[in-house]
């Protein structure tokens, strides 16, 4: 996940900066923890005071039930929580925060009003909203096949050396109910190649659902 620094210095001098997990950097725009959208924020800050560096913990998608973020599923998967909901285009289409249901609004209020991380609730809220964009997704831009949909085909053909084999391990894991890969049915977990081409078939829209979460994710780790 490289990206650019505005904060570089001279090579060879003297530099001061901080390290910090961004989950612990959440401002009044996020939704109860520190997401991508708080990057440009924080290194302005820390410019501002003369600092020169700003090194985060990983930001890989952490596995079930895990607040680590060294306790991985994958090296190359943003985990998602980390994604700005309110500058996704589908989500703005859908009205925003202002088109969330009565409960995820609670929710919202929620995970921004309490003084510690609740990685579970913001998990679940962040899910069903951006489940809300995918469906506007698939309705106004997978189906007509716009310029959005074909970024979308673009960027799972660029990165097919991993996502491929990620999004489908992860849409397996979500119909598997979150159960280890070795307590799945025996020919999944030998990777059959008949087993592996059943289930891409039956589980397409859940593994695009999957590739869409790491394209927005990406987009914004980029533009950050």
């Not at 990165?159 to 159960?179: C, G, P």
Request: with cysteine.
């Amino acid at each position: 996940m490289p990206r650019k620094s505005s904060m570089s210095a001279p090579t060879g001098r003297r530099r001061a900066g901080l390290l910090i997990p961004l989950f612990s950097c959440p401002s009044t725009a996020s939704w109860g923890i520190g997401d991508i959208g708080d990057v440009e924020p924080l290194t302005a800050w820390l410019a501002a005071a003369g600092q020169h560096v700003l090194q985060l913990l990983p930001l890989n998608e952490m596995a079930p039930g895990q607040q680590s973020p060294y306790s991985a599923i994958s090296a190359m998967a943003i985990d998602p929580i980390f994604i700005r909901v309110p500058d996704v285009l589908e989500f703005e289409a859908l009205g925003g925060e202002a088109g969330l249901s009565p409960e995820d609004r609670g929710a919202l209020a929620a995970v921004r009003r309490t003084p510690r991380i609740d990685h579970q609730a913001v998990r679940r809220l962040k899910q069903s909203a951006l489940r809300g964009a995918f469906q506007r997704f698939l309705d106004v831009e997978w189906r007509p096949n716009t310029d959005r949909a074909r970024a979308l085909r673009m960027y799972a053909s660029e990165q097919a050396w991993w996502i491929e084999d990620y999004s489908l391990f992860r849409a397996l894991h979500a119909r598997e109910q979150e159960r280890p890969w070795t307590e799945w049915p025996a020919d999944l977990q030998r990777r059959e190649p008949a087993a592996i081409d059943r289930a891409r078939r039956e589980l397409t829209t859940e593994v695009l659902f999957q590739q869409y979460l790491q394209w927005l994710a990406g987009t914004q780790w980029q533009q950050a």
